[in-house]
């Protein structure tokens, strides 16, 4: 162009070479120090001059007097890029002055130029102004702005008509708002660095136009940089219809980005430069290092290799501390819980047979028989267990109910009980058993109950039900409901005499009867009587049962007979064994004679006595367990066992081939932790009930309370 002049061309020369040596250089950080050392140099030898723009323009970077050192800064030599001076426009004046450069501004953080307004051509007027008033240098470099594409249309280059931006100064905008300082991102680099391009002097004694910025920075787009202070965006590129340069008015870029921008300068000038999309990549939050690859670098000492001892090791590290405290509060618990109950366990055999061969008494012939010994149970029965009626074993029933709900201590009498209007009617009645008494007379609870199981008074059976329950049926009533309390499943009562044909049971549903009645003294007193005196009645009364004089230990019961029962016994005897009386239980029911009712209850008796010699003769003693024989133990609950042992000689009393249960129970405050050897803790027991044989459990050794150990090891 005509406006050129020689020191445009060589700026342009000596910035060919320094893009020339840039495509050289291998590594940016060694091209980053080397230019600005070079930068350095310059601002040492140069002079700094200030050109004003004139009025509503902003202020001008300094410009190089010598004409001997030429502009040696470049977009892609420069670590931190900003916009390259561009030579001044030919549309001068006539009198050939160029006008003054406006303030070009820096490149972005990825090393790319912006253009952030067009470049207005200067007046005449405005020279002096640009020769005489210096500008001060900004303190920091503003934020990063990109440089502008170049209008293709035009063949002026990049930049003309702008005066040349120092390097690392912030650049006002056309507003003349300066935007706020950024801090610098790397350390390494100084905070302030000079670098105006110098101007070659023309002829006359003015200054020349710079040389024009790369032509390969002006067409790589970048994107738009919104500086943090002013929070303004510049614009991306100017239009070919502009008559002003790209980069016009734009903010030098922060110093602090030096390292990044060289980088890129450096990537573009070798025709390398990476994508946008690339450059401007999310940064994510990085993860916690390693805690091993930290120390290693830490202590500068690498990582010793994983092996399966180091592997073991630590986790015996790790896992010893906790299992160290489990083993702890473990120990702490055991030794403070409370210790369980210590139990009393047989070990001796649960039961004995007494040697001999099976027992058999002599039974009736006819009807139904059944014979136990209480406490041991029973010893046999004969015929088939069916109801059957009872006739007057019935009142047995009677008189339990009576001394249950008005019971006798004693030789206590008992209240008064007066003969009401009914009970005298009944006197009279000829066909059946009755006791001559009158309506009004009184007579003691025990009296009645003497007239009611000797003589069998009907009559009186009936007045005492009235008397307990108020009338016969609800006295029926408790009757079957005390029979089925005591498990006497086959037995129904319609009367409280027997008299009735309804009244019917089984011979062991009468022995259940006579075990519970026989526990009451009052009841044995006065069945075992053969006969009683009784004022107020005209004569003595006597038994019907005639083996209480006939058989040693006859205890009696009730005699029961009609027509349809035939004849019953039920009875109870007694027979002493090793200095303990046994009680033998039986009933015989059935028993017809064929000719009348005291025929059959004779034959009745006749069985019942075959019967009860024969089992009394056959009870016996046999020795079960020695003295000092062990037992059983004493478990404490933790493992510890303490043997126990017999207190003396235990006899077995049954017949032969009776087979019975031994237990072992513990005393009555139970079983104590800690006693000496010697100490009675239980009883051995044969039998059960009357019939049950006792002797007194002792401890072979001391016992001992379990230890702190003990409940360690049992848990």
Known sequence: MAGDSPGKAGHQESLGETTARAGLT????????????????????????????????????????????????????APEPSADPAPAEDAADDTGKPSAPEPAKDEDEDGDETADASAKPATPADEPAASSKPEAPADKADASETPAEPDPSSDKPAGFGKAPAPWGKAAASESSAPAKPEAPATADVPAKTEAPAAKPATPEGKPAAPAPAASAKAEAPAPKAETPAAKTETPAKTGSSSDKSAGFGAAPA????????????????????TAPEERERTRQQPLPPDPLKLLAELTNTPPPPETLLRTVVRRVKIWTPLVALLVIVFCVVQAVRPLPTPELKLTATPSYTIQGGPFTPPWPSEGQAAVAVAGLGVVGTYGAQKPAPTASMAKTMTAYLVLRDHPLKGDQPGPKITVDDQADKEAHNADESRVPVHKGQQFTEHQMLEMLMIPSGNNVARLLGRWDSGTDAAFVKKMNDTAKQLGMADTTYTDPSGLDAGTRSTALDQIKLAQAVMGDAVF??????????????????????????????????????????????????????????????????????????????QKAIAASEKVITQVQS??????????????????????????????????????????????????????????????????????????????????QSALNAPGFFDKLGNF
Do not use: C
């Open 26 to 77: 291998s590594d940016p950080r060694l091209e980053v120090t080397r230019k600005v050392s070079a930068v350095a140099t310059a601002d040492e030898s140069t002079p700094d001059g200030v050109a004003a723009s004139g009025e509503g323009r902003t202020a001008a970077p300094e410009e190089a007097t010598s004409p001997d050192v030429p502009a040696t800064k470049s977009a892609a030599d």
């Open 254 to 273: 922060p110093w602090g980005k030096a390292t990044a921008e060289a980088a890129a300068a450096s990537e573009k000038s070798s025709g390398t430069a």
């Open 524 to 601: 044995r007193d006065v069945v075992a009587m053969p006969q009683a005196d009784i004022p107020g009645l005209p004569g003595r009364i006597y038994n019907n049962n005639s083996l209480l004089t006939k058989i040693t230990g006859m205890l009696g019961i009730k005699t029961g007979s009609s027509t349809p029962a035939g004849g019953n016994l039920l009875w109870a005897a007694r027979r002493t064994i090793d200095g303990k009386p046994q009680l033998i239980l039986g009933a015989v029911m059935g028993q017809q004679s064929g000719y009348s009712p005291d025929a059959s209850l």
């Open 618 to 699: 056959g009870l016996t003693s046999a020795q079960v367990i020695k003295k000092g024989q062990v037992v059983g133990y004493v478990d404490d609950g933790l493992g510890g066992r303490t043997a126990v042992v017999a207190g003396g000689d235990l006899s077995a009393v049954g017949w032969p081939g009776m087979r019975a249960k031994l237990s072992l129970t513990a005393n009555g405050k139970g079983v104590p932790h800690q006693a000496k050897a010697g100490t009675a803790i239980g009883t051995l027991s044969f039998g059960a009930g009357p019939a049950a044989t006792q002797v007194p459990a002792v401890l």
